[in-house]
């Protein structure tokens, strides 16, 4: 097995690309080592010293390392981990993944709706390039909601990606939509 690795926008994250499928379908999130306890593939990772955050993708993996540790101390060790979990035949994430959607009901389900396809036909595909995802959790007033994950979580250029691209994205073909705004979860 031979693993690519990526470079992103966000200094602290480099995106490891293994040549096969690592999810199914969706994606997956570990901010932390406790949040890791579901996927034996983040768990292995986050074994490596110095690492902070684990993002699974359909055929990619993110990794975001502490500050002041250096790639070219963790990156091998991080390889390293990948490779011991496709040859354990385990699956990436035990339960499945999330689907990266929150459901919405009410006055505004149609133009919720128009986001969502917005989001994974237009902004998603880009993001997952970079080593991240952005998934929908919310809409009231005017205000989209949305989660940064993987490489766009911490990336300095975050807000302009938000703010620039996605907000200008969703007001040109739904006027209803006013603001985008990040949300932790």
Same mark, same amino acid.
């Given at each position: 097995?031979?693993?690519?690795?990526?470079?992103?926008?966000?200094?602290?994250?480099?995106?490891?690309?293994?040549?096969?499928d690592?999810?199914?379908?969706?994606?997956?999130d570990?901010?932390?080592?406790?949040?890791?306890?579901?996927s034996?593939?983040?768990?292995r990772?986050?074994?490596?010293?110095?690492?902070?955050?684990?993002?699974?993708?359909?055929?990619?993996?993110?990794?975001?390392?502490?500050?002041?540790?250096?790639?070219?101390?963790v990156?091998?060790a991080i390889m390293?981990?990948?490779?011991?979990h496709?040859?354990?035949?385990?699956? @990436?994430?035990? +339960?499945? /993944? %999330? =689907?990266?959607?929150?459901?919405?009901? $009410?006055?505004?389900?149609?133009?919720?709706?128009q !986001?969502?396809?917005?989001?994974?036909?237009?902004?998603?595909?880009a993001?997952?390039?970079?080593?991240?995802?952005?998934?929908?959790?919310?809409?009231?007033?005017g205000?989209?909601?949305?989660?940064?994950?993987? @490489?766009?979580? +911490?990336c /300095? %250029? =975050?807000?302009?990606?938000?703010?620039? $691209?996605?907000?200008n994205?969703?007001r040109?073909? !739904?006027?209803?939509?006013?603001?985008?705004?990040?949300?932790g979860?």
């Open positions: 097995m031979f693993i690519q690795t990526e470079s992103t926008p966000n200094p602290a994250t480099l995106k490891f690309i293994p040549g096969q690592v999810l199914e379908v969706g994606t997956a570990f901010p932390n080592r406790e949040a890791a306890q579901t034996p593939l983040a768990r990772i986050f074994a490596v010293e110095g690492v902070t955050g684990v993002f699974l993708g359909l055929d990619f993996v993110t990794v975001t390392k502490a500050e002041g540790v250096e790639w070219a101390h990156k091998p390293g981990a990948i490779l011991e496709f040859q354990s035949g385990e699956t @990436a994430v035990e +339960g499945g /993944p %999330s =689907s990266g959607h929150a459901e919405h009901s $009410g006055p505004d389900a149609a133009i919720v709706v !986001i969502k396809e917005l989001l994974d036909t237009r902004v998603r595909p993001v997952a390039q970079d080593g991240g995802d952005i998934t929908f959790h919310g809409f009231e007033r205000v989209v909601y949305l989660h940064m994950q993987g @490489a766009c979580a +911490g /300095p %250029s =975050s807000t302009l990606t938000l703010k620039m $691209g996605i907000e994205l969703l040109h073909y !739904i006027p209803e939509v006013t603001e985008v705004r990040p949300v979860v």
